[in-house]
């Protein structure tokens, strides 16, 4: 069984930053996208970044263009979200997910073969 492996979550101050790692021991995500989602209380999971490992390709939500950037180490096995300049309204548990749509489609329709437990993400104003 797939196990995804989300880390990097805590408490930040508005403006602050944080680094999420996505990660699957020993399952390569050579051929896979890999998605980043978050789910404030209360309102319906939103994806935030997705890339995908065959070409690179990235998608970014308008609400996080510009401060999150996505990226992967293909050596470790390991996607990250670099979160920049958070605001309070980015405070949600984020999920990573994996599928073999592109990032696009996995970002807008959130249909994942395979999802993380979440890490909680905590922006105090």
């Known amino acids: 069984e797939v196990q995804l492996v989300e880390s990097g979550g805590g408490l930040v101050q508005a403006g602050g930053s944080l680094r999420l790692s996505c990660a699957a021991p020993g399952f390569a995500f050579d051929d896979y996208t890999i998605g980043w989602f978050r789910q404030a209380p209360g309102k319906e999971r939103e994806g935030v970044s997705c890339i995908s490992r065959r070409d690179g390709t990235t998608y970014y939500a308008d609400s996080v263009k510009g401060r999150f950037t996505i990226s992967s180490d293909n050596a470790k096995n390991t996607v990250y979200l670099q979160m920049d300049s958070l605001k309070p309204e980015d405070m949600a548990v984020y999920y990573c997910?994996?599928?073999?749509?592109?990032?696009?489609?996995?970002?807008?329709?959130?249909?994942?073969?395979?999802w993380g437990q979440g890490t909680q993400v905590t922006v105090s104003s």
């Open positions: 997910a994996a599928d073999h749509e592109n990032a696009p489609f996995l970002c807008r329709n959130g249909l994942g073969l395979y």
